[in-house]
């Protein structure tokens, strides 16, 4: 993978220092958005499942627990994190274990006040320590490196994309926010990254996203003479990229052959396809 501060490549959009205190407090009220859901749930609610198959509540919170955990090391020791991602996580891999799951099971199976304690605990740590850090500094991760601004970006897209699968077990709607722009500008940016997870070449021309804001007004990313466009709103297209809803259940258009085959494989996050949802599962 390449460097995800740059055009078109997998992880994040880069992002000026000064953009960062702007970022970590939009961070913090997605995440107090999601507390809010769990902070009374009874240990039946907590075991309930999620469109996320084999997950249950407690998994969602162990995953972003496990993830905070991961991205504190990574920005306040560099050299630790190398070392960790060569010992364990190696050893997972090469047996034939996926990290990620064993690092949501192990997690879920805490008790779920230990749980919420440990989610807590690392998203103040991850705060504290990316704003600790220094603006263009280049911190280790699993894929290319990334800047603070857009590891900050990269926990906000999770912790709402994970909230949305919690919501859903719940049978909740949460109310859509201008957070979501940073989703909506990062599902743009992995663009790139969706064509080459599906072994397709990179696009040879920019697309244009034309979404509507939560609030009625408009947001838009890229060339106004970019010849592929996809309009809708931006819940939908939020939804679309963190690969929460299918897109025959959202009202996206593309126009355009890139666009066209862009949405059905668009993804925010690294690593392989993920299955996605079938239609109609969890609208």
Do not use: N, Y
Request: glycine share 10%; charged share 20%.
């Amino acid at each position: 993978m390449t460097d995800p501060d740059t055009p078109d490549t997998p992880g994040t959009p880069g992002a000026p220092g000064h953009v960062l205190p702007g970022l970590l407090a939009d961070l913090r009220a997605e995440s107090a958005v999601l507390d809010g859901l769990v902070a009374g749930l009874s240990a039946a609610d907590w075991a309930a499942p999620t469109p996320a198959e084999g997950w249950t509540v407690a998994h969602q919170i162990a995953h972003l627990a496990w993830t905070d955990d991961w991205t504190a090391l990574a920005t306040r020791d560099p050299e630790g994190f190398t070392a960790s991602l060569g010992g364990r996580f190696t050893q997972l891999l090469a047996a034939g274990a996926d990290p990620v799951e064993d690092g949501a099971r192990e997690g879920a199976a805490a008790e779920p006040a230990a749980l919420l304690a440990r989610w807590r605990a690392g998203r103040a740590q991850v705060q504290a320590a990316l704003a600790a850090a220094p603006a263009d500094v280049r911190l280790p991760w699993f894929g290319p490196p990334m800047k603070p601004a857009s590891m900050a970006t990269a926990r906000l897209m999770e912790t709402w994309a994970h909230g949305q699968d919690v919501a859903d077990a719940l049978g909740t709607t949460r109310e859509p926010t201008d957070r979501l722009r940073h989703i909506a500008h990062l599902g743009l940016r992995t663009l790139g990254f969706a064509f080459a997870a599906h072994g397709l070449p990179a696009p040879q021309r920019p697309v244009r996203l034309e979404l509507t804001a939560p609030d009625g007004g408009s947001w838009a990313f890229g060339p106004t003479d970019a010849m592929d466009v996809v309009t809708g709103p931006a819940l939908d297209f939020c939804l679309l990229v963190t690969q929460r809803r299918h897109r025959d259940d959202l009202a996206l258009t593309a126009t355009g052959p890139i666009a066209t085959i862009w949405l059905p494989i668009a993804q925010t996050f690294a690593g392989p396809p993920g299955k996605g949802r079938q239609p109609g599962a969890g609208a």
